[in-house]
């Protein structure tokens, strides 16, 4: 959905890039990329996250493999705000830094004069963009680095920098947000775990993506991150800044809730185990000469038949 100023992430739309050519100079990535090896040679490529546009084999990251505890407490306990700490990490260009995806989002946050578009009970409207960041969200960088000294300090003194948040601090806050650094987010898992709702603005895939669902187990969030506001005016309500925009607090706790069960049961070292094997046995299969006589060919129908086990191995023996 597009309006003048904001639109509104449907379905996957993040991750395909060939349909958005805003790309190239809304993320770093996309103009200056932190590391990028280009190979012309046809060879497999096992990467832990992709771009929409490559091949590579997708296998999950090492990162994902110790979670943070969980035991965090119910979404509707926790506190009322939008929370993200990072550093200025997303591209390696000093010259163009201001482009860069995270450096855009803190100047948006910042802005000590703007009127930020937002969309309210289907009405465009405008609000300052001080009240809305003292309101809705504590977000902020705390460090700066990948960058000269002399911009590192420039930015400094534009942004400042906040006080790290341990995760358990984190997770206090009922809306989390997630934006990609130099490649995927590695702290992805451990959001969807808190019964928070995580707000994403991803534009990597790795392994666990076509597993969680957007609008289902988190919401997503353009590159532009214009309609950031508007989510957050949304779900919180308007208390304390726009009185009239009702709140959606049940939806939000949906989303959170539903994304956390799901995560537990789909994303578990288990399931990061299983899909490695996967991905190591369907790899031996392709480079055998005689790879067709050892993939499946079934529908899968032969799942939902009666396992016909040994006389040892029956359940009920």
């Known amino acids: ?28 990535f996309g103009f200056a990329p932190a590391s990028f090896i280009v190979s012309t040679t046809l060879a497999p490529i096992f990467s832990q996250a992709k771009l929409s546009f490559v091949s590579d084999i997708l296998f999950p990251s090492p990162m994902f493999v110790t979670h943070a505890d969980d035991d965090s407490s119910l979404f509707l306990e926790k506190r009322d705000q939008m929370v993200w700490r990072g550093s200025t990490t997303g591209t ?52 700066m680095i990948q960058c000269e000294t002399s911009t590192c300090d420039e930015m400094k003194e534009e942004f400042g920098t906040v006080s790290r948040l341990t995760y358990e601090e984190i997770v206090r806050f009922k809306y989390l947000l997630d934006i990609d650094g130099n490649s995927f ?38 590159v532009s991150f214009k309609e950031l506001w508007s989510i957050l005016l949304y779900y919180r309500g308007g208390e304390g800044i726009m009185d009239d925009a009702p709140r959606h607090n049940e939806q939000a706790e949906l989303i959170a809730e539903g994304g956390r069960e799901w995560a537990c049961q789909v994303l578990a070292h288990e399931d990061m185990q299983i899909y490695m094997a996967r991905v190591l046995l369907e790899y031996a299969r392709v480079i055998r000469d005689d790879r067709d006589e050892h993939g499946y060919d079934g529908d899968g129908s032969e799942a939902s038949l009666e396992p016909n086990y040994p006389p040892v191995l029956k359940s009920d023996q």
């Not at 959905?1 to 770093?28: K, R, W, Y």
Request: glycine share 4%; net charge negative; hydrophobic share 40%.
């Open 92 to 143: 390696s260009n000093d010259a163009n830094w201001r482009q860069s995806h995270r450096a855009r989002l803190m100047s948006m946050v910042y802005s000590h004069t703007s009127l930020a578009p937002l969309l309210v009970n289907d009405t465009e409207t405008r609000l300052p963009t001080p009240s809305l960041k003292e309101v809705l969200c504590d977000v902020g960088f705390t460090g």
């Open 1 to 28: 959905m597009l309006t003048d100023d904001i639109e509104f992430v449907e379905g996957t739309q993040a991750f395909d890039l060939c349909n958005l050519p805003s790309f190239d100079h809304l993320h770093g």
């Open 185 to 222: 987010s590695q702290r992805s898992i451990d959001l969807y775990r808190s019964h928070a709702l995580p707000i994403r603005a991803a534009t990597f895939i790795d392994w666990q993506t076509e597993r969680m669902f957007p609008w289902v187990h988190f919401v997503p969030l353009s």
